[in-house]
């Protein structure tokens, strides 16, 4: 089996690597995720999804072996994916601190140094592209290029929009015991109804990929409550101090933010606002799509993820990448106003006021969804332990 030690705590990371060449992808997943949320990049990618080339297999080939691979792998693309600490196949501490995504940053600069990697292409979805955030801030001579799926800034960012479908969600997550309620749960929560509800055949995709995610959730099981915690620590501590979004900026290379224009769990917003941090050098990609964009419309998707993998290569200057332009009236647009300039100064103060307003109270709410949830649990474990118990009668 393939595994990295991490520095961090003695944390042990499961990966698998797909496909050769000179060009190196290193896919970073998201929450409750596992390497195989990546299955269809990956194979868009490497063109050969069973082409695994992991340790074991290099060690088997031996001297002679390595070098023929090294001489036919001058093109192509090779792919590395892995299961996060808490997740899959890796190790999952107990300790809630030990969950930030600077720690799980440096799970994956401990992979790069494991395998042999002194520069990749990073691309992240979700939980997974803060990680990639840090990791580029934290190396930015690793990284050629930086793609993030599906992304927030952290923090209060990370609460969804708060209506009656996300609270069903939310009560159905926590309540869900089996893979077949979890799997419900999940097609709602990453893709669109749109899409659900498409047929293939005769079937609807909801059909389909209700099976596949039973059968999914069942072989790789469901996540610990701490490995569950512990990542939503990490999604909740996440942050990008103004230092790290300086030395992203200024360290030259090309950076696409992917969202889906549906997303249910990271809010659109968020992620036009953290592309416009990362100026000059990010271009913003609205896919018609959910929160697993990637799974959606995986050919456009892999479509972006080329095209940045090729600007990088052809050293595309940020000025040139980058799709978001400034208007006359003093907006910085990507479809929607984003920021205003200092030609609104007072009225930015208000509006930026009234947000985290909105964001204290957006935060207060889901706290008290989260009460009502748990005091719920815990009235019924009391009940159940009052509850009489049927004693049969003495013969005597």
Known sequence: ?????????????????????????????????????????????????????????VAAVGDEGLDVRDREAQEGIEVCCFDNRGMGRSSVPTNRAEYTTSIMAKDALALLDHIGWKKAHVFGHSMGAMIACKLAAMVPDRVCSLAL????????????????????????????????????????????????????GSCTRRDILYQDYVKAISSSGLQSNCGFEGQVNACWNH???????????????????????????????????????????????????????????????????????????????????????EKQAGWLMIGTPLTLTNKNNGVASNLLAVYNLLGKLQLSFLYCIGFFIMGYEHMRGILKTMKPVKVAASSS
Not at 168 to 190: G, M, N
């Open 1 to 57: 089996m393939p595994f990295c030690d991490s520095s961090e705590n003695g944390t042990r990371i499961f990966y698998k690597r797909f496909g050769h060449g000179s060009t190196k992808v290193l896919l970073i997943t998201g929450l409750a995720g596992t390497h195989d949320s990546w299955r269809p990049q990956v194979k868009g990618l490497t063109r050969a999804a069973g082409a695994n080339v992991d340790d074991d297999a």
């Open 239 to 325: 942050k990008m101090t103004s230092k790290e979004l300086d030395t992203i900026r200024s360290s030259g290379f090309l950076i696409s933010v992917v969202h889906g224009r549906y997303d249910i769990i990271a809010q659109l917003d968020h992620a036009r606002r953290l592309a416009e941090k990362l100026q000059p050098a990010a271009r913003m990609v609205e896919l018609h799509g959910g929160h697993l964009v990637s799974h959606e419309r995986p050919d456009e998707v892999i479509l972006s993820l080329l095209e940045l993998i090729n600007a990088s290569k052809s050293k595309l200057q940020p000025e040139e990448w980058s799709n978001m332009q």
């Open 149 to 200: 799926l599906n992304v927030t800034g952290g923090g209060f960012e990370c609460l969804p929009k708060i209506d009656r479908q996300m609270i069903s969600l939310a009560y159905r997550f926590f309540r869900a015991k089996t893979p077949e309620q979890r799997a419900i749960v999940d097609l709602e929560t990453h893709y669109t109804k749109g899409f659900l509800d498409e047929y293939v």
